[in-house]
């Protein structure tokens, strides 16, 4: 079995709601090729789009507080619980055509990943960072109010 589908595996035993991921893991497994280039004009994020990046948006902004150790681990791992369970929503009532379905989701993977990490081993702060990194590019993507939009290459 190779080390892609034991990870993909792992995942499924995550505590959060897993038959939605399950439905829509099979885009995004560890390994696969990068996702399409950003398009010339960001995709709209739907209203559960919006709602569901929105609640993982402000928990990772709320983990900032437990890097700087103004954050205890059990406050940090509710925040990792909320992340979990958005992401899961998402999964849940992700409507995407194909191509955007598999961008968000070469973002949730990872982000799923480095959570379950930091579940693990809650003082490995570069999960926290590595949580950031996955969701980084969602508004190159999508046009989400919530989201500040990525500097275009004359901000640079």
Known sequence: MNIA???FLGLLALPFPGAAFAQHAH?????DTAPAPAPAARWPADDALQGGMGRIHVALEE???YEMGHMDAT????????IEQAAADIFATCKLPEERDVVLHHMLVPL???AQALKTHPDNMAQVQAMREAVADYPRYFADPGWAAPATPQER
């Open 27 to 31: 885009h995004a497994a560890p390994g």
């Open 75 to 82: 406050m940090a791992l509710d925040r990792v619980g909320l």
């Open 112 to 114: 799923l990943a480095a």
């Open 63 to 65: 983990l900032r507080h």
């Open 5 to 7: 589908r034991v990870f």
